[in-house]
T-cell receptor
């Protein structure tokens, strides 16, 4: 059964810093990996989707990488801003997941200090 | 496009009452999902649908029912509400399974007292 772990569970950094969020998974037979952002009391907003054949995806200040063989993905946030404060979730989709193939991590709660 | 729309956003139920959470998407997605999110527990799949007229159970289906009469709508019905169903419910959709990007609604916060 697929397991997804996100480290750290919480992170607080000053504005302007570059930072990396980590996501690891136990079963490398995946179809894709998706990073989400969740603001308090809100739904999940898709940030980046990486297919299993891809190594990375970029959107603005965000860059996500995928290393299937080592079961790891990172989300890099450049020049962090207070508006980046949120919980970041990664979700892995593969044959080791549930009926929908998905396994979610529990998230990293990020606070950017002004 | 509105994306995935859920109603209501908040609801308080008494034990034993029933209600329906509505979910509509305007992206012509075939796949739709219902999840519940509990603090510290992550998201758990309740039911999903791969197209109109087809539904199937997820990880935690007990106490819930769904229907999919159209591509756009995927309501979740709670029968005989119990305190254990206090949670935040999310509806999601994707164009394709496995390789498709997931889009979520804003969530419905349900409290059963």
């Amino acid at each position: 059964k697929q397991e997804v772990t996100q480290i750290p569970a919480a992170l607080s950094v000053p504005e302007g810093e570059n930072l990396v969020l980590n996501c690891s998974f136990t079963d490398s037979a995946i179809y894709n990996l998706q990073w989400f952002r969740q603001d308090p009391g809100k739904g999940l907003t898709s940030l980046l989707l990486i297919q299993s054949s891809q190594r990375e995806q970029t959107s603005g200040r965000l860059n996500a990488s995928l290393d299937k063989s080592s079961g790891r993905s990172t989300l890099y946030i450049a020049a962090s801003q207070p508006g980046d404060s949120a919980t970041y979730l990664c979700a892995v989709r593969g044959s080791g997941g549930g009926a929908d193939g998905l396994t979610f991590g529990k998230g990293t709660h990020l606070i950017i200090q002004p | 496009n509105a994306g995935v729309t859920q109603t209501p956003k908040f609801r308080i139920l008494k034990i034993g009452q029933s209600m329906t959470l509505q979910c509509t998407q305007d992206m012509n997605h075939n796949y739709m999902y219902w999840y519940r999110q509990d603090p510290g527990m992550g998201l758990k799949l309740i039911y999903y649908s791969v197209g109109a007229g087809i539904t199937d159970k997820g990880e935690v289906p007990n106490g819930y029912n769904v229907s999919r009469s159209t591509t756009e709508d995927f309501p979740l019905r709670l029968e005989l509400a119990a305190p254990s169903q206090t949670s935040v419910y999310f509806c999601a959709s994707s164009l394709r399974d496995h390789t498709g990007e997931l889009f979520f609604g804003e969530g419905s916060r349900l409290t059963v007292l």
